[in-house]
Nanobody, 122 residues
């Protein structure tokens, strides 16, 4: 199992980014995928997830600005982030759920990718 996150970068406040998580070794139809982020000095927190059945969930604080989606054929999960704010600055990670379901919190994920850094300038 491998997960490769990409798409991070430096953007200005109000800008947008689309993060990608390329998965291999499992099917998105069978396992959920979650996105987490960790800002310097902070704990890692869940932001969104998509289940094997396609159900989505979001952390309350990102609802309306973050959109998770997936391309089954490419086995890739995306996280569209709009109206970026400085407090979105963090390293973003994707992770594979142990089963088909997902939750926007720890305890459901057994494989992690390396992170991609998002920096939002004010």
């Amino acid at each position: 199992v491998q997960l490769q996150a990409s798409g991070g970068g430096l953007v200005q406040t109000g800008g947008s980014l689309r993060l990608s998580c390329a998965a291999s070794g499992f099917s998105l139809n069978d396992n959920g995928v979650g996105w987490f982020r960790q800002a310097p000095g902070n704990d890692r927190e869940g932001v969104s997830c998509i289940s094997g059945g396609g159900s989505v969930a979001y952390r309350d604080s990102v609802q309306g600005r973050f959109t998770i989606s997936r391309d089954i054929a490419k086995n890739t999960v995306f996280l569209q982030i709009d109206n970026l704010r400085p407090d979105d600055t963090a390293t973003y990670y994707c992770a594979k759920s142990a089963g088909s379901s997902c939750r926007v919190r720890f305890g459901f994920y057994d494989s992690w990718g390396q992170g991609t850094l998002v920096t939002v300038s004010s």
